[in-house]
């Protein structure tokens, strides 16, 4: 005999994080009650749970979500209705798992000394005579002291160009892990708890988890190494400098990046949020050139050139499948 596991309760605490499917359950509503939505896309997220009995409670718990916010799953509202459900679950998916799963960061991060926010760069200089340059999205603090001068990057990315100073050495620190500069530029990039540092001029010793009993390397200039939990700190490689640091002229530079990468970076400079619904398209390689200050012509680009559509609504871009238009030859990473 087989028995269906009951329906989950949806959480009651606000620091209470969501699991990644009812996430995925919940992007599925949002977009169905956007408006663009079609019967196909409705006859696709019926396929979607029937899966497996994990996205069947998945979508069970979304479900209660939605209905707890006001109004029920019907197909038809106005446009202000649908707005106001949109921007609900956003607010939801934020409040239930945002500070539980670190989504803005560490509590100390809460009121960084520097900030910029999405879609601003800013150059600052230093007391010690430093430049420091702040992509979009970025915050930090600054630690200078006697003996030492250090920055805490919470997230975002910034590129260091250090002044010389033999008394105090300079350390930027990213989740858990340390650059500290043997001599004048580099740059240091964190996403969630995985940080990329690449170097410019001269060489930077990264240490990681930390820099007493942890592993280091020296990095020298035309290279870039990463750190992260589940992989440790990785052996360092030459890399394309000017792609890796684009960013501070206002360029991306994509070499068949996949576009749920690609769509994560772009947020840096787009308000709202971006949701691939279908995951078979996360994974599609994307190339070209384009300016961070005009991200919706990126958007425009890739709906030209892969097999998708894009949906701009208020805070919330979806982008979907074409289904007019074959997947092959992209096909998701195993």
């Known amino acids: 005999m087989t028995v269906r596991p009951s329906p989950p309760e949806a959480p009651d605490r606000l620091d209470a994080p969501l699991d990644p499917l009812t996430e995925e359950a919940l992007e599925w509503l949002v977009y169905l009650h956007s408006g663009a939505q079609t019967e196909q896309d409705w006859a696709a997220f019926q396929d979607w749970k029937a899966e497996s009995a994990a996205r069947r409670q998945a979508a069970d718990t979304a479900e209660h979500l939605w209905h707890g916010l006001g109004s029920a799953l019907g197909r038809k509202r106005s446009a202000k209705a649908t707005a106001v459900k949109l921007l609900s679950v956003l607010l939801l998916v934020a409040a239930t798992g945002g500070f539980a799963a670190g989504l803005f960061g560490p509590p100390a991060s809460y009121f960084p000394d520097e900030r910029t926010a999405v879609g601003e760069r800013r150059t600052l200089t230093l007391a010690d005579g430093s430049r420091l340059e702040l992509d979009a999205a970025t915050s930090l603090d600054i630690h200078f002291t006697a003996g030492q001068r250090r920055l805490t990057l919470f997230g975002g990315r910034i590129f260091v160009t250090v002044a010389p100073d033999p008394a105090r050495p300079f350390l930027v620190e990213a989740a858990g892990g340390t650059a500290r500069a043997l001599g004048t530029a580099f740059a240091v990039g964190q996403e969630d708890n995985r940080v990329k540092v690449v170097v410019t001029e001269h060489t930077v010793r990264v240490a990681y988890p930390n820099e007493t009993d942890g592993a280091s390397v020296d990095v020298q200039a035309g290279n870039e190494v990463s750190y992260a939990p589940a992989t440790g700190l990785a052996p360092p490689h030459p890399t394309d400098v000017r792609t890796r640091t684009s960013w501070r002229r206002g360029l991306m530079l994509l070499d068949s990046r996949p576009l749920d990468q690609v769509m994560a970076e772009v947020e840096r400079y787009r308000s709202g949020k971006i949701i691939i619904v279908d995951a078979a398209l996360r994974?599609?390689?994307?190339?070209?050139?384009?300016?961070?200050?005009?991200?919706?012509?990126?958007?425009?680009?890739?709906?030209?050139?892969?097999?998708?559509?894009?949906?701009?609504?208020?805070?919330?871009?979806?982008?979907?499948?074409?289904?007019?238009?074959?997947?092959?030859?992209?096909?998701p990473r195993r």
């Open 283 to 331: 994974h599609l390689p994307v190339s070209g050139m384009f300016e961070t200050g005009d991200t919706d012509a990126l958007l425009d680009a890739l709906a030209e050139a892969l097999p998708v559509k894009v949906d701009r609504l208020p805070l919330l871009t979806v982008i979907r499948r074409d289904p007019a238009r074959p997947l092959e030859p992209f096909q």
